[in-house]
């Protein structure tokens, strides 16, 4: 079919635009045909862009047989005057809905192929195929909705930081490797072979260094890279709001971060409050067994070991002499759970890896539970007593170490809070978890592992147990958690090179290596390094929470599969054995 040139013809309205105040006007809109209803002498099409659809109604003999050639996906221009619709045709569905635009000249730009799946409805289709064909995909007004507030929230994000006095600045992709924990996204150097630059995992190193430079306040959108083994709802390439302040504390950060998340709240028109939450590490792992606990749900885990300590009941009496404890929490209204409900219960949490989980309730002119005959009915009642738990609640226990315990309580918390439907999605629990441990224990390695990045400080009270009791040194790492996600990461950081040394000694490298890999950073901090710290908040998460979007994938516009693959381009691929050649790689 033959198709039509553009011309010199120019759009007046975009497709949602048009309203009963310009009814009289001669209109010229640009889209895509959404949708076709031939009525036998009259025609109707849905006309769409990104900004709305709009009604043109063909009723001229004269252009019946073009019109009659249209389909889905057609690009077509129609000209025409803007008609008020009658009454009872009018849509309060559509922005444009109380007007039609009646076609004098139909101009068809390109016709389209069926798509793979239809744009015009929300009908579900499989991610592979979304993916595969992610043009097409991103036509569909959800992902246009994603797009549009993902340009708004960048677009805040520049605005605010301009505002507090931040610069721009960016920064290199092609680097020397500066670990943050993940592996590096290698690239061979054709100039020097046999060496490799790597991709940002984060532009830490040099968000420092601009503050060495005296810089003094520095933020970017930027992109990150780590080649992990995709989880979930990881990608292998991400975007990160990173920013680093001079002379800052904890304070100084939250109280730019905290306004920064009511403008994007704004954006959805949510609110975040002015001030967040602070905890720190130890008590979001006592009380929620999770280091980015979802406070929407309540059932704070509790420490319910005493009233088992002395008593009968030898599996939780045992796990305490072991130096462990009997921790547990409160499932409101879950006294009505069914023996098959409390065995499935059970099995989860041996799932979870409990060696068991004990129930409790209150019974008429008692208490049940399975413990009952062990511990007696006095431990089983002080222990609903602790627990909060009324009639009508369930009380769920385990014992073993306080880290498995925690873990595997704060696991079922959550899976038992989705169930319940405890996660309200139009609420916004922000906080900020700090003091979080410096150090990690790898025991298969035996040694210790940054928890932040290497360039963490110790809290100052600790600093001095750093080589004597490196396990008992908490950092000034703070995350900022909303909902149970993790969307923001950072610390003050290490500026006297002296600690920055001990620092790398405990993590086991030597001067040699240390120099080897941060030799550029070391020297800079000799040279006048001003206190400093920063944060990186992910911008895709953020964006998700946003758009109400459980995945990140919905938010960014060219993802990438758990595999890493991009199937829209194939992406990675091989490449021509030349390259191969110039570069001195070799695949085998
Ligand atoms: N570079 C850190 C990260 O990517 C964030 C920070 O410490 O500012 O997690």
Request: aromatic letters at 8%; glycine letters at 8%.
């Amino acid at each position: 079919m033959s198709v039509e040139p553009l011309g010199q013809l120019a759009r007046t309205h975009t497709c949602g635009e048009l309203n009963s105040s310009h009814v009289g006007q001669d209109v010229v809109i640009l889209g895509w045909v959404h949708r076709v209803r031939d009525l036998g002498g009259v025609m109707f099409f849905d006309i769409r862009d990104r900004h709305g659809i709009t009604q043109a109604v063909v009723r001229a003999a004269a252009l019946e047989e073009k019109a009659k050639r249209l389909r889905p996906e057609y690009v077509v221009g129609i000209i025409g005057r803007v008609d008020a619709r009658a009454a009872d045709a009018i849509n309060p569905k559509l922005k444009t809905g109380e007007i039609e635009v009646a076609a004098r000249e139909i101009r068809l730009l390109n016709d389209a192929k069926t798509p793979p799946f239809p744009i015009n409805e929300d009908t579900p289709v499989s991610e592979e195929m979304r993916l595969r064909y992610r043009y097409l995909d991103l036509r569909r007004p959800r992902l246009q909705q994603n797009m549009i507030l993902r340009h708004k929230a960048a677009f805040a994000v520049r605005q605010y930081f301009d505002e507090q006095g931040f610069l721009e600045i960016e920064t290199p992709i092609l680097n020397k490797s500066t670990p943050e924990g993940a592996r590096d996204y290698l690239v061979p150097s054709r100039v020097h072979p046999g060496e490799f630059y790597a991709l940002p995992q984060s532009p830490q190193i040099f968000k420092q260094i601009l503050m060495i430079s005296g810089l003094d306040r520095y933020f970017q959108i930027a992109k990150c890279f780590r080649d992990e083994d995709l989880r979930a709802d990881r990608q292998p390439e991400f975007t990160q709001v990173d920013l680093e302040i001079s002379f800052a504390t904890e304070n100084l950060v939250f109280s730019i971060l905290e306004p920064l998340m009511g403008r994007l709240m704004a954006l959805v028109g949510r609110e975040a409050p002015p001030f967040f939450r602070r905890m720190p590490y130890s008590e979001a792992i006592a009380k929620y067994g999770s280091d980015k606990p979802d406070l929407r749900a309540g059932m704070e885990l509790r420490l319910l070991s005493e009233p088992f300590a002395a008593s009968a009941f030898s599996v939780f009496r045992g796990a305490i002499e072991a130096g462990g404890e009997v921790r547990g929490f409160t499932v409101p209204g879950a006294a009505r759970y069914s023996r098959k409900d409390l065995d499935n219960l059970i099995d989860e949490a041996k799932s979870l890896g409990a060696a068991g989980l004990v129930w409790a309730r209150h019974a008429e002119g008692g208490v049940q539970s399975p413990a009952l005959k062990a511990a007696g009915e006095d431990v089983i009642r002080r222990a609903l007593t602790m627990a909060a738990a009324g009639p009508g609640d369930l009380l769920v226990m385990a014992a073993g170490t306080h880290a498995a315990t925690t873990r595997m309580l704060g696991q079922l918390r959550l899976n038992i809070a989705k169930r319940e439907n405890l996660l309200d999605p139009n609420r916004y629990e922000f906080l900020w978890v700090v003091d979080f441990p410096m150090f990690d224990w790898l025991p298969d390695e035996q040694r210790w592992e940054f928890m932040h990045h290497p360039f963490t400080a110790p809290l100052e009270s600790d600093a001095d147990r750093l080589e004597s009791d490196p396990g008992s040194v908490r950092a000034r790492a703070y995350d900022m958690v909303l909902n149970g996600s993790e969307i923001g990461g950072g610390s003050i950081r290490i500026h006297d090179q002296r600690i920055q040394r001990l620092v790398f000694k405990m993590l086991g490298m030597s001067d040699e290596e240390a120099k080897a890999r941060f030799g550029f950073f070391v020297d800079a901090l000799e040279f006048g390094t001003p206190p400093h710290g920063g944060i990186a908040l992910g911008l895709d998460r953020i964006c998700a929470i946003l758009s109400g979007e459980s995945s990140i994938r919905e938010v960014i516009a060219f993802p990438k599969t758990a595999q890493a693959v991009d199937l829209m381009s194939g992406a990675p691929s091989p490449v021509d054995p030349r390259q191969l050649r110039e570069l001195r790689v070799r695949t085998e």
